[in-house]
């Protein structure tokens, strides 16, 4: 079985600093790496996947991430947050060949502050 | 991307009662899913929904509790049955649009009293 840990559940952060949430994964196979976003009182909203290829992903509004298969982890950043950027975000993968099922992490509260 | 949509938006229901959601996508796919949502969780898959055959229950989840109906290629059903407070979540469905990847709908947030 796989499973996917967010390793923060809250990460405030102050308007244009940095930001980056943890997402390390368990699988014995291959797997294909998503995150997703949730803004208040919406659905889930795909932030970027990693499919193959360069393990660098760029995905909407500023977000990238990093495949580490050695680490087993796909780490989200942005290097400048707006107060928009208050959402929750959810890391998920979908392990080959399993019928494009998705296991989510716990989900990360990101609180952007003036 | 798909432009999915989903009825009610939020419904607050009566315990022992049961409560249908309609996802709608506005091209045709094969895969759509089902997830739940608990207050303050992650999202759970409860079943894979495919036309033209039942669908498909992850561990945890019944067909007499949260039957589905997929009769076409753009349209599906999940009711949730005999609701208890237990039930109160958001309730999403996604589609299957390719490449490995599912984009959702909005989700129904459902309350239970």
């Known amino acids: 079985a796989q499973s996917v840990t967010q390793l923060d559940s809250q990460v405030p952060v102050f308007e244009e600093a940095p930001v980056e949430l943890r997402c390390n994964y368990s699988s014995s196979v291959s797997v294909y790496l998503f995150w997703y976003v949730q803004y208040p009182n919406q659905g889930l909203q795909l932030l970027l996947k990693y499919l193959s290829g360069s393990t660098l992903v760029k995905g909407i509004n500023g977000f990238e991430a990093e495949f580490n298969k050695s680490q087993t982890s796909f780490h989200l950043r942005k290097p400048s947050v707006h107060i928009s950027d208050t959402a929750e975000y959810f890391c998920?993968?979908?392990?080959?060949?399993?019928?494009?099922?998705?296991?989510f992490g716990g989900g990360t509260r990101v609180l952007v502050k003036p | 991307s798909a432009v999915i949509s989903q009825k009610p938006s939020r419904d607050i229901c009566q315990r022992g009662t049961s409560l249908t959601i309609q996802c709608q996508v506005d091209?045709?796919?094969?895969?759509m899913f089902w997830y739940r949502q608990q207050p303050g969780q992650s999202l759970t898959l409860i079943a894979t929904a495919n036309q033209g055959s039942e669908a498909t229950y992850e561990s945890g989840f019944v067909i007499d509790k949260f039957p589905i109906s997929r009769p076409n290629l753009t349209f599906s059903t999940l009711t949730v049955s005999n609701m208890s407070p237990e039930d109160s979540s958001i309730y999403l469905c996604s589609v299957d649009w390719g490449r490995e990847t599912q984009y959702f709908g909005p989700g129904t947030r459902l309350l239970v009293l």
């Open positions: 998920a993968v979908n392990r080959k060949a399993a019928g494009n099922k998705l296991t």
């Open positions: 091209s045709q796919v094969t895969m």
